[in-house]
């Protein structure tokens, strides 16, 4: 079973319990922020990922991290979960199915709008409304620039991309020539 299938199955559980509890906006952030405790400390990462080091000892070591960032119970709870069940090395991953969980739950997509040059307020504006039209749900939208497509916007929302930049139109053409 490949780590993401199994990282939504515990984010889906956990959304289950923490919108139950009303604690969804907390518990998302506690996971956010042991996630990012892993990814910025790596000897943590390779203590919990480890089959060679005692389950009592990583234990004593999430215990005293704990200890220090005073969790709810919940958080506390579901973090010693995937430790009894050797996944807690994976916690990035299921944040981020948690995250995309609680998006689909809420009706959110996520957006990102790629563009040669920096947008105006009211063109980003426009173009959160028209996604949002589009695609009839909230659109939490990330703008970047890449001076590369020259002109035009590339929208990606989850796995679709809409690449309208000239640097694409232009290969298009290219590869139309070439074919004669």
Known sequence: MSITTVANRYAKALADVIMERGQ???VADEIA????????NPELHDVFASPVIALDRKKAVLNELLGRMQFKQTTNNFLQLLLNNQRLH?????????MKELDNRA???SAEITTARPLAT???ENLLHQLQTATGKKVRVNFKIDPEIIGGVVTRI????????IK?????????????
């Open 90 to 98: 994976q916690i990035d991953v299921i944040r981020t199915c948690l």
């Open 107 to 109: 009706g959110v997509v």
């Open 158 to 165: 989850e796995s679709l991309i809409y690449d309208g930049s």
């Open 33 to 40: 922020a042991f996630a990012q405790l892993i990814e910025q």
């Open 24 to 26: 969804t906006l907390t």
């Open 168 to 180: 694409n139109q232009l290969a298009l053409m290219k590869q139309q020539l070439s074919r004669g």
């Open 122 to 124: 009211k063109e980003q």
